[in-house]
């Protein structure tokens, strides 16, 4: 339903590299776990790194969990974006201290090139981006995901604690 519809003799898109960046502060087991999903149905095969829980710092609300995923697609980015806001608004997203999801389009490495968000060196995305993409630039020059994390780790200021979305079995 959401992708690329070529007609007969088109030629086949390149395929893009894609990270996201899903968010939630509100019901995260319920809204990143039903995102994941729904992701997964259309561009399965998912890689998840590890979800992690930090602080709002923008509005004061409760903490939110971070959840990076990448996967290869052949959809357009502007397709990928649209798919994208359609399944925050399935979440009803709203701005402000309780956001039930946020996605984030992180890292597109297509056929044009890269495009990355301007938060994805954030330390709640950059330890998913370096798990999952370590040799990926988010520039053409500069250090990679995996080079940009062991450097804010060394500098000490990642407040950032490992996410479960169901307890640990005893």
């Known amino acids: 339903m959401w992708g690329c519809r070529l007609s007969a003799g088109s030629a086949r898109p390149e395929p893009a590299l894609v990270a996201l960046g899903l968010g939630s502060n509100c019901a995260p087991e319920h809204h990143l776990l039903r995102a994941l999903a729904a992701l997964a149905n259309d561009f399965a095969p998912l890689r998840l790194a590890a979800p992690v829980l930090g602080p709002d710092a923008l509005h004061g609300g409760a903490d939110y969990v971070n959840w990076v995923c990448s996967?290869?697609?052949?959809?357009?980015?502007?397709?990928?974006?649209?798919?994208?806001?359609?399944?925050?608004?399935?979440?009803?997203?709203?701005?402000?201290?309780?956001?039930?999801?946020?996605?984030?389009?992180?890292?597109?490495?297509?056929?044009?090139?890269?495009?990355?968000?301007?938060q994805c060196l954030e330390p709640y995305w950059l330890g998913g981006l370096a798990q999952l993409l370590p040799e990926a630039r988010p520039e053409s020059k500069g250090a990679?995901?995996?080079?940009?994390?062991?450097?804010?780790?060394?500098?000490?200021?990642?407040?950032?604690?490992?996410?479960?979305?169901?307890p640990a079995a005893t």
């Open 71 to 118: 996967f290869v697609t052949d959809w357009p980015e502007a397709g990928l974006r649209r798919r994208l806001k359609a399944l925050e608004q399935a979440c009803s997203r709203q701005k402000g201290a309780a956001v039930t999801l946020d996605v984030d389009l992180l890292y597109f490495a297509g056929a044009d090139g890269v495009v990355c968000h301007h």
């Open 144 to 166: 990679d995901f995996s080079e940009r994390w062991r450097a804010m780790q060394a500098l000490g200021n990642v407040v950032l604690r490992p996410w479960q979305p169901w």
